[in-house]
C-alpha cells in the first residue's frame, strides 16, 4: 500500500504571511500529485494539480513538485482567515486511483 | 457546489435496516467512486467505476453494495452496518483523459449507525 505523508498539524500564522504545507509520498512511479482543501463539516475542493517537477502557480496558491525527492509541497501567499483548513494532499497509484494523505490542519490568526 | 449531488445528506439508521445512497454527476465524466471518511483518518477509496465497470474494490465488506447504473450515477446500498461503520461517505467523479486523474467531490452523506 503507498503511503503520503502529512504532518497532522495545526499550523498555524498569521494574516497576510506564506503558509508551506509539506507532502511525501512513498511511491517513485507516482505521476500526479494534488492538493485538496476541505472545511470542517464539508467535503473535499480540488485547489491545485501537479504532474512535473518544478513549480505551478494559480493565484495565491504555488504547487512545487520534486519528485527525486518525493516531495510535494504547496505555498500559499497573503494567507487569509478563510484559507483556514485541512489540506489534503493525494497521490495517483495506479491509473485512477489515488491515495490520500491525512491531511495538515491550517489556522490562519487575523 | 462542484457538478456532484449526493443524497441524502444526512442518514441515521439502525443495524437492521437497509439504506441507499445516491450519487449522481453533472460534469460529463467517465469514472466515479466511493470513498469513506472517518474521524481522524485518511479518506478510504471504497469502489471505483470506470465506464460504469466495476474496477476496483478496496477490500469492502459485503454489507456495503455499489450499483453504477449508468456514467452519471452511482449508488451504494447499505445493510445490516456496524456502528463503526459511522462516516462521511464520499462520491466523486474524474475524467479519464491520459494521466489527469483530477477527481471532483460531493458534498458527502453523514452517516450515523445506531
Known amino acids: 500500500q503507498k503511503e503520503v505523508e502529512q504532518n497532522s498539524g495545526p499550523l498555524s500564522v498569521p494574516e497576510g504571511a506564506i503558509a508551506s504545507l509539506n507532502c511525501t509520498y512513498s511511491?517513485?512511479?507516482?505521476?500526479?500529485f494534488f492538493w485538496y482543501r476541505q472545511y470542517s463539516g464539508k467535503s473535499p475542493e480540488l485547489i491545485m494539480s501537479?504532474?512535473?517537477?518544478g513549480d505551478k502557480e494559480d493565484g495565491r496558491f504555488t504547487a512545487q513538485l520534486n519528485k527525486a525527492s518525493q516531495y510535494v509541497s504547496l505555498l500559499i501567499r497573503d494567507s487569509q482567515p478563510s484559507d483556514s483548513a485541512t489540506y489534503l494532499c493525494a497521490v495517483n497509484d495506479y491509473g485512477n486511483k489515488l491515495v490520500f494523505g491525512a491531511g495538515t490542519i491550517l489556522r490562519v490568526k487575523s | 457546489e462542484t457538478g456532484v449531488t449526493q443524497t441524502p445528506r444526512h442518514l441515521v439508521m439502525g443495524m437492521t435496516n437497509k439504506k441507499s445512497l445516491k450519487c449522481e454527476q453533472h460534469l460529463g465524466h467517465n469514472a466515479m467512486y466511493w470513498y469513506k471518511q472517518s474521524a481522524k483518518k485518511p479518506l478510504e477509496l471504497m469502489f471505483v467505476y470506470n465506464f460504469k465497470e466495476q474496477t476496483e474494490n478496496n477490500s469492502v465488506p459485503s454489507r456495503f453494495s455499489p450499483e453504477c447504473p449508468n456514467s452519471s450515477h452511482l449508488f451504494l446500498h447499505l445493510h445490516t452496518l456496524q456502528p463503526e461503520d459511522s462516516a462521511l461517505y464520499l462520491c466523486?467523479?474524474?475524467?479519464?483523459?491520459?494521466?489527469?486523474?483530477?477527481?471532483?467531490f460531493g458534498p458527502g452523506t453523514r452517516l450515523t449507525v445506531t
Open positions: 511511491d517513485r512511479v507516482s505521476q500526479s
Open positions: 466523486a467523479s474524474s475524467q479519464e483523459s491520459g494521466q489527469t486523474y483530477e477527481q471532483y
Open positions: 501537479i504532474y512535473s517537477n
